[in-house]
C-alpha cells in the first residue's frame, strides 16, 4: 500500500463513507478553522455566493461537500480525522492499546509518539486486521501514515501474513 496524499484518499473513499465523513466534519469543534475553506468550495462548484453556501442545512452541506470533485489536502485532512474520531475510536483504541501507546479513547496523548519497533507494528496490524473491516482499517492506517509519516510509514509496508 502506497502513502496516498489527504485529497486523493479523500477521492477514493466511497460516496456513502465520504457523507459520513462530511457529517462528521460540521459536527466537529476541532473542525471549525477549516468551515471557511469548505464552505468557499461547495460556493465555487454551486455558484452560490459563500454566504449562500454557508446558510445551507448541515445535511446539504455535508452532501455537497461529499460530492466535491477536488479538495485541498489541508480539508481532507481534517475531514478524515473528523471521521476517525466521530466513527472509529474503537478501532483507534484498539491499536494504540495493541501498540502500548497511551490515548484517551482512541486519540494518542504523548505529544512526540516514538516510531513504534516494527515487530511490535506488525503483530498489532496482523490483530486490528483480524478484529476490524480490511477497508475500515486501510483507511485508518493511511490516514495515520498521511497524517505523521515519519512515526507510521510502516503501515504503509505490506504485512505478511
Keep these: 500500500m502506497e502513502q496516498l496524499r489527504p485529497s486523493k484518499l479523500w477521492k477514493q473513499m466511497p460516496q456513502e463513507r465520504r457523507l459520513e465523513a462530511a457529517r462528521a466534519f460540521w459536527d466537529d469543534e476541532q473542525s471549525v478553522e477549516q468551515h471557511p475553506e469548505a464552505v468557499a468550495a461547495i ?10 453556501a454557508a446558510a445551507l442545512p448541515v445535511e ?13 489536502d489541508l480539508l481532507a485532512s481534517r475531514l478524515l480525522v473528523a471521521y476517525h474520531l466521530a466513527r472509529q475510536r474503537p478501532m483507534m483504541g484498539r491499536f494504540l492499546d ?24 506488525a503483530t498489532a496490524v496482523k490483530a486490528l486486521r483480524h478484529e476490524f473491516p480490511a477497508e475500515d482499517v486501510d483507511l485508518y492506517f493511511a490516514t495515520l501514515a498521511g497524517q505523521d509519516p515519519d512515526t507510521w510509514s510502516d503501515l504503509t509496508e505490506p504485512v505478511s501474513a
Design 43 to 52: 460556493a465555487q462548484q454551486l455558484k452560490f455566493r459563500p454566504k449562500s
Design 60 to 72: 446539504r452541506r455535508a452532501r455537497y461537500l461529499a460530492g466535491l470533485p477536488s479538495i485541498s
Design 98 to 121: 495493541l501498540l502500548g501507546i497511551a490515548h484517551d479513547d482512541g486519540l494518542i496523548s504523548e505529544e512526540d509518539v516514538k516510531r513504534p519497533e516494527k515487530a511490535r507494528m
